[in-house]
């Protein structure tokens, strides 16, 4: 919270238990304290990166597979794709999961892990409190909000492996019991969604977390391709996504100096990136 407070969100609050109790009924009273800052929230990705879409003159290629990156002596001059070349003399790889596979196209290696996440959407009768906040479980990783018609669950598997990112993403037949099992200890009426849950009820989903030796993200130019930037490397995903969007423009535009962006894929052989720790770390 202090970190929170000196980056300028200064609304965000350290809670102990009695006044998490009365805020928060449902909460088991075995609580210690939280963190909580009331004007966070949640979104649909969908819709986000639909209005960014309309709010921007770019035109976007849709069902356009990206198949090669074209360079000649001065560096990138060229997208590959599966209907035909684009020209161009930059390439801003942000293909979050598939980002090394285009990082190959320009025989670099990047620093960069896949690690499958999931999650499941409970539809249930069970009366789930519509103004919960995201609620996670810093003890055991497990996490939960309402959605319509439910609730979504899931919770980060620290021995999850890393693996290779595919469109078509398989989730395990037991994750839903052990989320739930997770996120009952601090939330006990997940008990009743448990007796009254059946496997139709339950969608499981997963996608990939990116991760990097530092746990922060790969914001800048690739000294050794002239022309090819990265926007990868960050779990928090569409979070992120509005100031690492203008960070990337700025560094391209020259209105930011690589010199001043500590996220330059280059800090590692710079000896400065250190291994961090957050929430959802592998």
């Given at each position: 919270?202090?970190?929170?407070?000196?980056?300028?969100?200064?609304d965000?609050?350290?809670?102990?238990?009695?006044?998490i109790?009365?805020?928060f009924?449902y909460?088991?009273?075995s609580v210690l304290?939280?963190?909580?800052r009331?004007?966070?929230?949640?979104?649909?990705c969908?819709?986000l990166?639909?209005g960014?879409?309309?709010?921007?003159?770019?035109?976007f290629?849709?069902?356009?597979?990206a198949?090669?990156?074209q360079?000649?002596?001065?560096?990138?001059?060229?997208?590959?794709?599966?209907?035909g070349?684009l020209q161009t003399?930059?390439?801003?790889n942000a293909?979050?999961p598939f980002a090394g596979?285009?990082?190959?196209m320009?025989?670099?290696?990047?620093p960069?892990e896949?690690?499958?996440?999931q999650?499941?959407y409970?539809?249930?009768?069970?009366?789930i409190?519509q103004?919960a906040?995201?609620?996670v479980?810093?003890?055991?990783?497990?996490y939960?909000?309402p959605?319509?018609?439910?609730?979504i669950?899931g919770?980060?598997?620290?021995d999850?492996?890393?693996?290779?990112?595919?469109?078509?993403?398989?989730?395990?037949?037991?994750?839903?019991?052990?989320?739930?099992d997770k996120?009952?200890?601090?939330?006990?009426f997940?008990?009743?969604?448990?007796k009254?849950?059946?496997?139709?009820?339950?969608n499981?989903?997963?996608?990939f977390?990116m991760?990097?030796?530092?746990?922060?993200?790969?914001?800048?130019?690739v000294?050794?391709?002239?022309?090819?930037?990265?926007?990868?490397g960050y779990?928090?995903?569409?979070?992120?996504s509005?100031?690492?969007?203008?960070?990337i423009s700025?560094?391209i535009?020259?209105?930011m100096d690589?010199?001043?962006n500590?996220?330059?894929?280059?800090?590692f052989?710079?000896?400065l990136g250190?291994?961090?720790?957050?929430?959802m770390?592998?």
């Amino acid at each position: 919270m202090e970190q929170q407070h000196k980056l300028g969100v200064t609304d965000s609050e350290f809670i102990k238990r009695a006044e998490i109790l009365a805020r928060f009924p449902y909460i088991s009273p075995s609580v210690l304290a939280a963190t909580f800052r009331q004007r966070d929230g949640w979104l649909s990705c969908h819709e986000l990166t639909q209005g960014f879409a309309k709010g921007c003159d770019a035109r976007f290629f849709i069902n356009t597979k990206a198949t090669g990156i074209q360079m000649d002596k001065k560096g990138i001059c060229g997208v590959e794709t599966n209907r035909g070349a684009l020209q161009t003399p930059i390439v801003v790889n942000a293909a979050g999961p598939f980002a090394g596979e285009i990082g190959r196209m320009v025989n670099q290696n990047l620093p960069l892990e896949p690690v499958r996440r999931q999650k499941v959407y409970i539809t249930t009768s069970v009366e789930i409190p519509q103004n919960a906040p995201f609620t996670v479980d810093v003890n055991n990783n497990s996490y939960w909000r309402p959605e319509p018609g439910g609730v979504i669950i899931g919770w980060v598997d620290s021995d999850e492996p890393v693996s290779r990112p595919s469109e078509k993403v398989h989730t395990d037949w037991e994750f839903p019991a052990i989320a739930l099992d997770k996120v009952k200890r601090l939330t006990p009426f997940f008990e009743d969604v448990e007796k009254a849950v059946r496997q139709p009820d339950m969608n499981t989903s997963a996608g990939f977390y990116m991760y990097t030796p530092d746990d922060q993200p790969l914001i800048g130019p690739v000294p050794e391709v002239p022309g090819f930037y990265v926007n990868c490397g960050y779990w928090a995903g569409v979070m992120l996504s509005p100031q690492a969007g203008k960070r990337i423009s700025e560094l391209i535009t020259g209105k930011m100096d690589p010199g001043d962006n500590p996220l330059r894929p280059t800090r590692f052989e710079e000896g400065l990136g250190k291994k961090g720790k957050t929430l959802m770390s592998h």
